[in-house]
């Protein structure tokens, strides 16, 4: 029998293979065995070297990013969002320009959306969520699944950037978007 982990793998492999997400996208799947939840996005953005990225963040941040587990780990916030909002949410990340909202990597919506709503499904209806965008001051999400306000902290260095963690069922998911204007 296929773990969980191994399931979500699987579901992300398509896009995790498609070398144009490189530049606006990525992904990790862990095993959720007392990991810290940002341990993963921590090790995601190390391997990344941001700086050295065929397209580096036009403005770094005045501020020091947080290069520890811990420091990442107090930036997230508790994404509290009905099942469907967050499935947009998760689609519009995946499918999105975060800057321009225009259409980006190699899935369409309708493609992002069963995949993505597998992934959630695995994870299991007592996921939690985490994000460095606080979704609080939304007060209107477009049809798309773009909220149409929030607070944000940078992770990256790019002009805006958004993680969303889930766990649950053993797997920690780490999805992570970043874009310049």
Not at 19 to 26: A, I, Q
Not at 32 to 60: C, I, K, W
Not at 122 to 130: D, S
Request: hydrophobic share 40%; with cysteine; glycine share 8%.
């Amino acid at each position: 029998m296929i773990g969980t982990v191994e399931r979500i793998r699987n579901l992300l492999r398509p896009l995790n293979a498609h070398g144009d997400t490189r530049g606006f996208l990525r992904t990790s799947v862990d095993d959720d065995l007392g990991t810290a939840v940002a341990q993963p996005l921590s090790s995601m953005l190390a391997e990344a070297n941001f700086a050295q990225a065929p397209y580096p963040p036009r403005h770094p941040p005045a501020d020091p990013l947080p290069t520890t587990v811990d420091g990442l780990t107090a930036l997230l916030k508790a994404v509290t969002l009905p099942a469907d909002r967050l499935l947009s949410l998760l689609v519009s990340t995946c499918t999105q320009d975060l800057a321009y909202g225009s259409p980006k990597g190699p899935w369409d919506p309708e493609t992002a959306r069963r995949i993505l709503e597998q992934i959630v499904r695995v994870l299991g209806t007592q996921a939690c969520w985490w994000s460095n965008n606080d979704f609080s001051f939304t007060q209107a999400w477009e049809a798309d699944g773009r909220p149409d306000c929030y607070a944000s902290t940078s992770l990256t260095g790019y002009a805006v950037d958004r993680v969303l963690i889930g766990v649950g069922e053993g797997a920690i998911v780490t999805i992570l978007a970043f874009a310049d204007d």
